[in-house]
């Protein structure tokens, strides 16, 4: 891949931002309405149970999710993010186009008053590319916290932390996508067991990606832990095997300790060196 896009974002690439959430906030809209007579997204898994989907009330998180990646198009497309906006929002564009997919096609998941049905090859019609077009976007998103240093206060809260948000998010999806797979292929990949080795394998991800992130940005590190944390406490909640809630709240301790050890232990940045010496540099060493 390519040098990172730098310096002000294109008019064009305004416009699309700009674009690309309304589309977005259309697209939710719709699914999470019902309009048109479409399945819901809550009817959808509520007909499909997974033993690591966590409790309704985790999923208020989009709300923030919505909210702040909102404020961030507004930064970028006003052209007030010259730091970060044209890193992130092709990033941004490209996730948004993979959950707009997701929600289409996860909508088509067989129901019959409102109960899971059809054959086991028209689950997987929908599953298979649902997983797919999950751990897609959340290939963008890590992407986009991989390019995303230093920037104003302003890029730090509307576009480092929301990226860091629904990264995490989507990693917690991603792997609810895959026991939808496994639930109709292998049952051994969806038992609790799996389910919590699952769980096990996203918090490892996470105690490796909010350090990381956090050497990047504040607010990039400790929105990706948040994150993971809010879903592990939605899966003790929720009606996961308790092999799963075990995982979930150790795991969630796990992430929070290490997410704030890794802010604690970070690198500081060298005090600016005295003002005398600097002027003595400056000159030479002359005094």
Known sequence: MGAAQSGPMSGQMRVAIAAGYAVLLAVNGIFGSGAFGVPTNAEVSDAYPTNVTPAGLTFAIWGPIFLLQGAGTVLMAAGKAPTLGAKVAPLWLATWAFECAWQLVFAQAPLKGGEASGTTNERLAVFVPSFFLLAGGFASMVRAGSLIKGGSAAE????????????????????????????????????????????????????????????????????????????????????????????????????????????????????????????????????
């Open 156 to 287: 730090s809260l509307l576009i480092a932390l929301p990226t860091g948000i629904n990264a995490a998010w989507l990693a917690a999806a991603t792997g609810i996508g895959f026991t939808l797979v496994a639930q109709n292929t292998y049952a051994t990949l969806a038992s609790p067991e799996a389910g919590a080795v699952l769980l096990g394998g996203v918090v490892a991800g996470a105690c490796y990606a909010v350090p990381t992130f956090l050497g990047r940005s504040t607010a990039l590190g400790l929105g990706y832990g948040a994150a993971t944390c809010w879903a592990c406490f939605g899966m003790t909640k929720g009606d996961a095997p308790q092999a799963v809630k075990d995982v979930a709240t150790y795991g969630g301790y796990l992430v929070g300790v290490v997410s704030a050890a890794a802010l604690i232990l970070r690198p500081r940045a060298a005090p600016p060196a005295d003002g005398l010496l600097t002027e003595k540099a400056s000159r030479g060493g002359s005094v």
